[in-house]
């Protein structure tokens, strides 16, 4: 059976000491050994196929490589689980594993899981939400480097960065798209007045609307929450007795079941979507966006984007001993993604 390699096969067929190897293998190279220097480690690494040990990596450099990740209910939520895909994929892509609690919406459990994944020694916190919120962040994320996903500091002076979609420009993207259609006439179903997402989408809706210099109608933004029923019945009050030329030629929704109940009114009214009314989508919700007939137009949130970013923002501050917000922001936002599909089309004639 063929040896293992050590680091010490390596620094002798690259010429170099065992403590230069040591240093570029774990990413402190840089400003330590010579670009030659590492090329040629790095070359000779290959050759050797080695790589350093993780266990005893861990062991010098007092880490466990273990991130713990609180979440309010995204691992027994079908909505936002990606948000934690994300996160596990540039965590493993960096030799980290994740440990993920999940409260159940139970905020009185926040302290302890926090607190019981500091016992096992994690070298990072991460809470992760269902849902843009504000979060009062439990003060055991205060001992160890923390980031926080979907979800925003409460605190008056925030402590934590945040990693969270740009619900203005997704707003004002949808509106958009449907102005581009020819729509002027465009109604907003905008979600619930307790969540922070919604006048956020509100204010792209009506910045799209000062973009194109047109007024924004008030009797056309309704918030009607998040449901199919209440999709249902707001887009009632917009369409039944209604004559054609004063209903709304568009109707954006703040997620994908509004428009679902949007569609299931129009069908009720025997109006054809997309030909005599668009609906626009918000979410990109798994198996509801692309399955509708017709399948919805929408605007897809980032959530394994999300993710990634604020896992590679808590990885890069656990390895640099620097805070995560050591950039002099405590904010990062990821733009949402338009996906067309079949529910909008240019305005009727």
Known sequence: MQRKATALDV??????????VSLVLNGR??????????????????????????????????????????????????????????????????????????????????????????????????????????????????????????CIDNAPVPRLHHVIPDEVSGGREATEHLLGLG???????????????????????????DGAGLPVRADRVFLAGWDIDTGFNGAMKLLDGVSPSERPTAIMCA????????????????LSVPRDLSIMGYDDEFRIANTMVPALTTMALPLREMGAAA??????????????????????????RLVVRESTGPVPA
Not at 314 to 330: F, I, M, Q
């Open 255 to 270: 997620n994908d079941r509004l428009a679902v109940g949007v569609v299931l009114a129009a069908a009720r009214l025997g």
């Open 183 to 209: 729509h002027r006439d465009i109604a907003f179903l905008a979600g619930a007045q307790t969540s922070p997402a919604a006048p956020l989408r509100v204010q792209g809706y009506r910045g799209a609307f």
């Open 29 to 150: 190279g840089d400003g330590n050994v010579a670009k030659e220097s590492q090329d040629r480690i790095r070359q000779a690494a290959a050759e050797l196929n080695y790589s350093p040990n993780p266990i005893a990596l861990s062991l010098r450099n007092q880490r466990t490589r273990v991130i713990g990740i609180v979440s309010d209910e995204v691992v027994t939520s079908p909505f936002d689980g990606n948000i934690i895909g994300g996160a596990d994929d540039v965590a493993r892509s960096r030799g980290f594993v994740t440990v993920v609690m999940d409260t159940e919406l139970d905020s009185s459990r926040d302290a302890s899981a926090v607190e019981t994944l500091l016992d096992r020694q994690v070298d990072g916190l991460m809470y992760v939400t269902v849902g843009l919120k504000p979060l009062d962040v439990p003060q055991g994320m205060l001992r160890v480097p923390s980031v926080l996903a979907n």
């Open 11 to 20: 620094a002798k067929r690259a010429g170099v000491s065992r403590s230069a």
């Open 311 to 336: 896992m590679t923002r808590l990885l890069d501050a656990v390895e640099s001993g620097d805070p995560v917000d050591s950039a002099g922001t405590l904010e990062t936002m990821v733009p949402c």
